[in-house]
């Protein structure tokens, strides 16, 4: 399985905007949360899991986002596969990350808000959690 992008559509009318994604099953989720950088210069990098998946929906403002493949030590590897994308919730997607991929992203708006779902209770979600400074691998965090 390897990295998705689930489109989603909007619709407005005179009663206000609503954001659906009729082809995206909930079915693996386990557990979802909330992020809220308090400012547009906070960079939430690295972090990667061997075994989770991850699904991430930007609700309101911007992020861009960075994934580096990770060796089966845990390890990463920028040399396998870096990917950079950018969630707006102008442009509803949904952003599936599976196993073997470490994750590093930062709000582009202020006030933005990303959901994360994913397919693994907490405990097992630590017990394969992979995390490395900022400074492990340098990428372009302006755009």
């Known amino acids: 399985m390897g990295i998705t992008k689930?489109?989603?559509a909007a619709h407005t009318d005179e009663r206000g905007k609503l954001v659906f994604f009729n082809n995206?099953?909930?079915?693996?989720?386990?557990?979802?949360y909330e992020i809220n950088p308090s400012n547009t210069d906070v960079v939430?990098?690295?972090q990667g899991h061997l075994k989770e998946t991850k699904w991430f929906?930007?609700?309101e403002g911007a992020f861009l986002f960075?994934?580096?493949a990770i060796d089966n030590k845990g390890n990463l590897r920028p040399d396998l596969k870096i990917e950079q994308y950018i969630?707006?919730?102008?442009?509803?997607?949904i952003l599936q990350v599976p196993g073997g991929f470490a994750s590093g992203f930062k709000a582009l708006k202020e006030h933005a808000k990303l959901m994360v779902y994913s397919n693994v209770s907490v405990t097992a979600s630590i017990a394969d959690d992979?995390?490395?400074?900022e400074t492990a691998h340098i990428v372009d965090w302006t755009i």
């Open 6 to 8: 689930t489109q989603g």
């Open 66 to 68: 960075y994934l580096i």
């Open 130 to 133: 992979f995390r490395f400074p």
């Open 57 to 59: 929906y930007c609700c």
């Open 44 to 46: 939430r990098a690295w």
């Open 87 to 93: 969630l707006d919730s102008d442009d509803p997607v």
């Open 24 to 32: 995206f099953s909930l079915k693996p989720v386990v557990r979802f």
